[in-house]
């Protein structure tokens, strides 16, 4: 589709700013819910190009492929920011250094972070996007495909009821559950055998089944392997279960230990899977390093199009010395020592750049919803703690300049990852990279304005708050823990962690195995690694969603499937956005003083429609995830 014939058509319009820049709000809101309750976040590019073709259809006959890329592009943006922040921010309240959301601090990591991931993702773009052939960008070539199939097939109603059916799906059971309490959050049965604990459950949400069918079969399996492996193996054989009238149940026994032991054993694995990342992209990197020093020195690239062209490499300067201004006072608000904010802000921009890298890479490789990023932000927390504990600065100082710098790699890795999906989409429908990346910025400055706010309804109007049962925040309690055990707060289990890290170089052997063979399943990290440190409940009904797209696609030739599961992915993507954006008003409800009703039902009338719902989940995704008849 990059021709002449597509270039004559518009493409950066007043109403491809206005729509980019609401969606870029109402995903990274959405988001913020998503990554909260999930403890993972996916893609907004995919139904943010949906919307935008099937608005600019109803509203605007002239429109084009190319304002639709240019709004998926600035609306992914916000979707991927949120993820940055909320790994990250709500650990300042966990440790205490917060007894409330910062708006101004918030808002200017984010912004930063965000910024800073496009601005070392563009010297790195031809290296990663344009001419190399090992990544192949699954999201963004099924993105392009979207897009090209909506301008010509005129983006039928078949989207858009995809669209509004699972957004009704994920608002019910969100009010049923969330507002009216008729139905449970999960369904989970334990049992004390001798010492050993015996646990299965499952989250009641059909927005975790709509991630199991966009991630598909061979991530969810790995996600749900890696959650067996803890829950299901690691604490039985740890043992130590309590017996008697004063001890928990064996449901929250198995949760406690979760939290304070077995979780680590996946930090390990994560930290070996970063480091892999990271040695497997060291030529590009180097690439990368090499093309913005041109830059750098006033050489400019010769291009001949509009499809070729870059932001600039004086405007990435002058861009990343604003960003480095501003990461300096954020480091020395949080800890007012000078040294401390010298150290802090260094790590972060080598960090982030090298980070940038391997966001890149695995994207390239497995997708934007795949990512590991927490793994990442791991890496980043446990190499910046020993780096603070070897210069000696511990304590809350030691903490909090772990936690910002964490907060800022995170944020450059989700929004440098995004950005390298959505050029590989907008080289595909002949889009220029320089439009797409004024997009981005524009759409990581309006989410930035949002991600506190957001943040503050969800923690002061959701029982329990942030780091709560309904809102775990898995990812920030963990990088909480990590930054005490550096600072002298408290102790770090290194032997699990240990032990996670042996574990990590088997299962990489194994993967480099399938890929030698050539099998089709492999065995990825990150998933199974990510699966072990988040709360079992979200394995089980991401298997189920995973298993649900398998079924349609078993028989369909791999080029093919993208196009078959399109239904899905849609209703998915409604089921997703419905959930998130129903919790985000339930909470702007309570923050003006109307509470949830919760009609106080017997619990075995939840439990009964609780069974019944779960059900219901599994036949809506099977009935509306259906491929249309050709």
Request: charge should be negative; charged fraction near 10%.
């Amino acid at each position: 589709m990059a021709n002449a014939e597509i270039k004559t058509k518009p493409e950066l319009t007043l109403r491809v700013i206005v729509l980019g820049l609401i969606l870029s709000v109402v995903m990274g809101a959405a988001n913020v819910y998503v990554g909260l309750k999930a403890g993972m976040t996916v893609s907004a590019s995919i139904p943010a190009a949906v919307m935008a073709m099937l608005l600019f259809k109803m509203l605007f006959k002239n429109s084009s492929i190319l304002e639709a890329n240019q709004v998926q592009t600035c609306a992914s943006a916000g979707e991927s920011l949120a993820a940055g922040i909320i790994f990250t921010m709500p650990a300042m309240i966990i440790i205490g250094f917060w007894d409330k959301f910062d708006y101004l601090m918030i808002t200017i990591i984010a912004f930063t972070g965000g910024v800073l991931g496009i601005l070392f993702m563009i010297p790195m773009r031809k290296v990663f996007v344009v001419d190399n052939e090992e990544l192949i960008y699954p999201e963004g070539v099924a993105c392009a495909a979207v897009l090209e199939a909506g301008e010509e097939h005129d983006a039928d109603d078949s989207a858009a009821k995809s669209l509004i059916m699972g957004g009704v799906l994920g608002a019910i059971f969100k009010v049923a559950g969330g507002f009216l309490g008729l139905v449970s959050g999960s369904l989970e049965v334990g049992k004390i055998v001798g010492s050993r604990i015996l646990y299965f459950g499952g989250d009641l949400s059909p927005m975790l089944v709509a991630v199991g069918f966009i991630v598909r079969l061979n991530v969810a399996i790995l996600i749900f392997i890696g959650g067996a492996m803890a829950w299901l193996i690691g604490i039985p054989l740890l043992g130590g279960a309590e017996v008697g009238v004063e001890a928990a149940s064996a449901v929250e026994q198995a949760g406690q230990l979760w939290k304070s032991k077995i979780r680590f054993v996946g930090v390990g694995a994560m930290v070996v899977g970063g480091f892999a990342a990271l040695i497997s992209v060291r030529y590009g990197l180097w690439a990368a390093i090499v093309h913005l020093w041109h830059g750098i020195k006033g050489e400019k690239d010769e291009v001949d199009s509009d499809s070729e062209k870059d932001i600039p490499s004086s405007v990435i300067l002058g861009f990343g010395f604003l960003c480095v201004l501003l990461l300096s006072y954020v480091n020395y608000t949080f800890t007012g020592n000078a040294g401390v904010t010298i150290l802090s802000t260094l790590i972060m921009l080598v960090m982030g750049f090298f980070f940038t890298a391997v966001a890149s890479y695995i994207v390239g490789l497995v997708g934007n919803s795949n990512s590991p990023v927490s793994g990442m932000t791991i890496t980043a927390v446990l190499v910046a703690g020993a780096l603070l504990w070897l210069f000696n600065y511990t304590g809350m100082d030691g903490m909090v300049a772990t936690l910002g710098i964490a907060a800022i790699v995170c944020c450059i890795a989700c929004t440098s990852g995004d950005v390298c999906n959505d050029l590989k989409t907008g080289s595909i429908v002949g889009a220029s990279p320089f439009r797409q990346q004024i997009m981005q910025i524009a759409g990581v400055f309006v989410a930035s304005l949002v991600m506190a706010p957001v943040l503050t309804l969800l923690h002061q109007n959701t029982e329990g708050g942030i780091g709560g049962e309904n809102l775990a925040a898995p990812q920030a309690g963990l990088f909480a823990s990590l930054a005490q055990g550096f600072s002298g707060e408290g102790d770090l289990p290194w032997t699990l962690i240990g032990i996670g890290a042996v574990l990590g170089l088997v299962i990489l052997v194994i993967d480099e195995f399938l890929k030698r063979n050539e099998f089709k399943f492999r065995a990825h990290l990150m998933p199974i690694a990510v699966g072990m440190y988040l709360p079992f409940g979200l394995a089980t009904p991401i298997l189920i969603g995973g298993l649900i797209a398998h079924f349609y696609t078993r028989k369909v030739p791999e080029e093919q499937q993208e196009q078959t599961l399109h239904r899905g992915v849609l209703f998915s993507s409604g089921v997703i956005a419905g959930e998130a954006l129903t919790a985000v008003g339930i909470a702007m409800l309570a923050a003006f003083g109307l509470k949830a009703l919760k009609l106080g039902v017997s619990d075995q009338v939840v439990m009964g429609i609780s069974i019944a719902g779960a059900i219901a989940i599994v036949v809506a995704f099977v009935v509306f995830s259906k491929p249309n008849k050709k």
